[in-house]
């Protein structure tokens, strides 16, 4: 991943000079007298900035830049010093204090310069504070020193699709006998996470250690009526291409159980399982794998599903995929961008329609400053794995320094890619150009050149996303390969979540409208997955995954060694 950072717009200087003289003294010989060395105070104080590194929300123990003062004086040292609440000087180097925020901008500091005699010269600096090309941050054009970027409402739904995750994930036969868990129980908190978001708003987060968050309940991120269940395609249809409540256009799976044909019908299916294998250990029966071996994680069935890996990735489609992309960014784009959205909100309705599009991509402000190693959180600095504490107060702010989601996925594909894949910089870069687009026209609308690149901008970031998406499911593809290989039976767990996750991941592509992937494309490729891993004909399924992997390259035009590789 590279950075692309914007030079500094401007930096105002301000220079004042003191001067200083000395007197030689006379004698009755009335001898010329021998001037004294005089000694000038050091004179213009500027600070050259760091390129791009003040900007707003910038990162605490940030070098915003190097002072620099004139002396006339050879030899002589310079030292600085500042009193400002924001900054500290070390050296000759500028920079931000921990805990410090830049929210406005332009800001003064007033730097201090003494030479070897104690010549002193104190200056007032003023420093503009840029918004950064990599950086998704933008100020109001409505409210002096505010933000224009909300989209608290999908972050909330990414924590409540990790919750979810985490609460199936908790539930094996050892801890539901140790606490005396009962289906009933079970069924009550899934259908409470899924659907009745006042109900568990003031729960505190058990998906991640709360401790260093800035928000440690729902409530925190948003006060009510952020279900997950409003936002699942069909239930929010306002803007969708399609009506995903008529059975048969939501494609790729086949047995819903008693439930409707649709993507909310297979969630609701897929729960139902759960409690049911829940049930099955309250009554005393041993849940078995296809192999006759007992199951230990009631979320995965004798058929090799995982289904805390199949909902997750299927509501990372049938929700963040489909709404970011089938809604925010495709009807959502015509929105006005004129005057403030609801008349008191601090952004434009377009600005907030494409916020939110982009908050359910999942992705930091700072996203760009990550590597692909620390996104994935593989390797790389420590306070970079995943999170960072990107306005160093000290705490993780689950609206801008955490990453949620499909834009997790994006830097792990482009980390395995043998030839350069940049999935996530080519969906951050555009979502940014796009977002700037906006930010720029308004409060007046864009005009027909502006939003043509716009649609250009958000083509470039939902390809990426779908490809990031689409390299995934390959992943998947490769790692069933790899347990069928060494021994679906040894390997039953293992094969149960990749399955599972490439199943998951797959059935994301019809909820875009833009997605290259044709309709017969995607009827034949889960023809090739079907439901459940076929462990009667093993040659044979692989073959079919070998020739849906097949569709997925030549749809998406991945090179041929990625395809192997990842």
């Known amino acids: 991943m590279f950075n692309m950072r914007k030079s500094i717009l401007a930096t105002a200087i301000l220079a004042a000079t003191f001067g200083l003289t000395a007197c030689g003294g006379s004698s009755d010989k009335k001898e010329t007298p021998v001037a004294e060395p005089v000694n000038t105070a050091p004179k213009d104080i500027k600070v050259t900035l760091t390129d791009g590194a ?41 920079i931000l204090k921990s805990g410090a925020s830049i929210d406005s901008e332009t800001v003064d500091v007033t730097i201090s310069v003494s030479d070897n ?50 609460y199936i994930g908790t539930l094996t036969v050892a801890h539901v006998n140790d606490n005396n868990i009962t289906a009933e129980q079970v069924e009550s908190h899934l259908n409470a996470l899924f659907a009745d978001y006042d109900s568990i708003a003031e729960n505190e ?11 440690k309940t729902f409530a925190d991120i948003a006060s009510t009526g952020k279900s997950l269940k409003g936002k699942i395609a069909g239930n929010d249809s306002s803007k969708q291409t399609k009506n995903w409540l008529v059975e048969g256009t939501f494609i790729g799976w086949t047995d819903f159980g008693s439930e409707l044909k649709t993507p909310e019908g297979l969630l609701n299916h897929l729960f139902s399982v759960i409690v049911s294998q829940v049930q099955m250990t309250n009554d005393g029966e041993q849940v078995s794998d296809y192999y006759g071996n007992p199951i230990s994680k009631l979320f995965i069935t004798p058929e090799g599903l995982d289904l805390q890996q199949l909902v997750q990735k299927h509501l990372l489609g049938a929700i963040m995929f489909s709404q970011g992309t089938d809604d925010y960014l495709e009807d959502g784009l ?74 997790a996925n994006a830097g792990k594909r482009d980390r395995g890619a043998v030839v350069a894949t940049d999935f996530s910089a080519d969906a951050m870069n555009a979502f940014i150009a796009g977002r700037k687009i906006i930010s720029e026209a308004a409060p007046n609308a864009l005009s027909d050149s502006e939003t043509e690149e716009l649609n250009k901008q958000r083509d470039i970031a939902v390809d990426a996303w779908e490809k990031a998406i689409a390299a995934t499911v390959v ?42 992937m044709s309709e017969s494309d995607f009827a034949k490729l889960h023809i090739l997955v079907g439901d459940k891993p076929d462990l009667e004909n093993i040659v044979q399924y692989k073959e079919k995954l070998i020739e849906a992997s097949d569709i997925i390259q030549a749809t998406y035009d991945f090179n041929a060694e990625n395809v192997v590789n990842w």
């Open 54 to 94: 003040l900007f707003l929300g910038n990162v605490a123990g940030t070098t915003a830049g190097t002072i620099s003062a004139t002396d006339s004086d050879s030899g002589d040292t310079l030292t600085f010093t500042t009193t400002d609440e924001n900054f500290e000087i070390s050296g000759s180097s500028l």
């Open 205 to 215: 987060f058990t998906f991640t250690d709360i401790t260093n968050l800035k928000q």
């Open 334 to 407: 015509t929105s006005d961008n004129t005057k403030q959205d609801k008349d008191t909100k601090p952004y434009t309705s377009l600005e907030h329609q494409f916020d939110e599009g982009f908050g359910y991509f999942g992705a930091t402000r700072d996203y760009l400053a990550y590597t692909d190693e620390e996104i994935a959180k593989k390797s790389g600095r420590p306070e970079y794995q995943g999170q960072h504490d990107t306005n160093g107060d000290l705490l993780i702010d689950l609206n801008s320094e955490l990453i949620f989601g499909n834009s």
């Open 475 to 516: 992943h998947y593809i490769n790692a069933v390969l790899i347990d069928l290989d060494n021994g679906a039976q040894e390997n039953f767990t293992s094969l149960a979540k990749h399955w599972s996750e490439l199943k998951g991941f797959a059935l994301n592509f019809q909820f875009s409208p833009f997605s290259p």
């Open 117 to 166: 005699v104690n010549a002193v010269v104190e200056e007032t600096v003023t420093l503009t504070v840029s918004q950064l090309e990599n950086y998704y941050g933008f100020n109001s054009k409505f409210e002096e020193n505010k933000s224009a970027v909300s989209y608290s409402g999908q972050i909330a739904r990414h924590a409540l699709l990790n919750e979810v995750k985490k």
